[in-house]
């Protein structure tokens, strides 16, 4: 959540068309030229008079001066005030102000008409930095003015480009923002349409005011049970206990669904019933004795185990995400490129593969009874068995849970690093053993990094799904070969996942 935002004027906070247009109209009918459709004068809405006038209408350098002259000449007192302030601005400046963001005007209309501009619709008292261009020239491009108001705004302190904002609906703005390293928002409520903004390569674009302050507010909100904005309603006990009753409702009707599936084939076994799907199901002995299950028999009790808690908390899992997705959309108003995607998964496969090696090279998988009992029973099915049910069906289903539900709730009232820790952290505790635990703790992190970095929640699930299905192949496969378990592998793999996640945050800082 950046604290400095920096507006544009015109076509941003105010709609100056009349007062602009028809100054144009009546600096050109001063040079003979006739011009009745102020719509084709909209492009002056914008960037320096003095540049377009020079490439709307070919003046010379000079003829340009002399036009600008006679614009202010109807401007400085009709035209200045020929404005109107868009719908909802007054209100979202006073939100933002009041939740402590630093806000200023970046507009390359002469200071002094800006001021006049402000104050006439009794609007300055919301910026505490007001710069513009100066009537004789000096400091007119939006670079120039950006650069100066960061100067203003930060003071003596240094500037920090990666906490602005710079807001404004030409592609003047944002290419003055690019200049100085500074993020943009196009809005595409004023004068510059969508196909600009994507061309000058905007950061972000939004359609409305609405949109605007909600994208500017974003992570501010709370949810809380399906109604966000009302705390009084929803204290913080009442979310706690709507993410430790879901944590409750997973376990009990998992475990519930696993222990009537094993109990049915127990009675089953006990009727003497034989042939068939039975014989397939029941293991027996050498005198037909009941002797348990098979290894797929087990792995698919635990699937459907799984899919019994995931409909248990659906309805609270589906509400949170909806809600996400909705906020996290303004964060995400710029499509990802291809690259991140490749390097999330670049880092999740080196992370699988060197903690794995790790685990294995410092021999903790085999002092933990617990999880050896764990790794038994999953890998006594056959490997399709096994791959489907460990590597699809339970990750999705503990999505729900840990991303879906707990995660989508700490989010919102809490800071992201420390919500990503703790829901990791629950994650990891929930494997009830330590190898498990520290495993589940590292790459939960992950799960709701991505979760966070892309917006979607699929992204989690991704994560999930492909460490699963990674680190059951490597007991298979690649872990089982002496010389692949080796501390230079190991190195290599953590150094890459390292390596792709630095990369990732280095192209967009998501704290």
């Known amino acids: 959540m950046k604290k400095y935002l920096l507006f544009d004027l015109d076509g941003t906070l105010t709609d100056p068309k009349i007062g602009i247009t028809t100054c144009v109209q009546y600096a050109l009918h001063s040079f003979g030229i006739e011009e009745p459709d102020l719509d084709k004068l909209e492009p002056f809405i914008g960037p320096p008079l003095r540049d377009s006038f020079m490439e709307f209408y070919g003046f010379t350098a000079k003829q340009a001066e002399e036009a600008v002259a006679k614009y202010r000449e109807r401007f400085q007192d009709t035209g200045l005030f020929e404005n109107e302030v868009y719908d909802g601005i007054p209100e979202m400046l006073k939100t933002l102000q009041s939740k402590g963001y630093f806000l200023a005007v970046a507009s390359s209309k002469p200071q002094v008409y800006v001021e006049r501009i402000l104050e006439h619709f009794d609007l300055k008292k919301y910026f505490s930095v007001v710069v513009g261009s100066e009537l004789d020239g ?203 995607y490749v390097l999330l998964t670049v880092a999740t496969i080196g992370a699988v593969i060197g903690c794995n090696l790790l685990f294995e090279l410092l021999g903790v998988t085999n002092k933990s009874e617990a999880y050896t009992e764990v790794a038994a029973q999953q890998y006594s099915a056959h490997f399709i068995v096994g791959i489907l049910v460990f590597g699809f069906i339970s990750p999705i289903a503990e999505e729900l849970l840990f991303r879906g539900v707990i995660y989508g709730y700490l989010r919102r009232f809490m800071d992201i690093k420390l919500a990503i820790a703790l829901s990791a952290l629950i994650f990891g505790v929930y494997h009830m053993n330590y190898v498990q635990g520290v495993y589940g703790f590292l790459i939960g992190c992950l799960m709701a990094y991505a979760y966070e970095y892309f917006g979607e929640f699929k992204m989690a699930v991704f994560v999930h799904v492909a460490s699963n299905v990674l680190a059951y192949c490597l007991s298979y496969t690649a872990i089982a070969v002496t010389g692949f378990v080796s501390w230079p592998v190991c190195v290599i793999f953590l150094v890459v996942a390292v390596v792709s996640l630095g990369m990732l945050h280095k192209q967009k800082n998501i704290f």
């Open 138 to 340: 000096r400091r007119e491009t939006k670079d120039q003015v950006v650069q100066e108001t960061l100067r203003q705004l930060f003071g003596e302190n240094p500037v920090d480009p990666a906490q602005v904002y710079m807001i404004g609906d030409r592609k003047f703005d944002v290419e003055g923002a690019r200049a100085l390293g500074v993020e943009s928002v196009g809005v595409t409520y004023g004068y510059g349409s969508k196909e600009e903004l994507k061309e000058a390569k905007a950061d972000y674009i939004v359609q409305s005011v609405e949109e605007l302050e909600k994208f500017l507010l974003r992570g501010s909100e709370e949810l809380l049970n399906g109604n966000p904005d009302n705390k009084k309603i929803n204290p913080m006990y009442q979310r706690i206990w709507t993410m430790v009753y879901s944590f409750l409702m997973f376990i009990l009707v998992r475990n519930a669904v696993q222990y009537a599936l094993l109990a049915l084939l127990y009675q089953l076994a006990q009727s003497g019933a034989s042939g068939g799907l039975v014989d397939l199901l029941i293991l027996r002995d050498e005198t037909g004795a009941y002797n348990g299950y098979s290894g797929d028999v087990s792995s698919i009790i635990a699937a459907l185990g799984f899919i019994g808690g995931a409909i248990a908390v659906w309805s609270t899992a589906k509400m949170l995400i909806d809600k996400n997705k909705e906020d996290m959309h303004l964060s995400h108003l710029k499509k990802e490129g291809k690259s991140k």
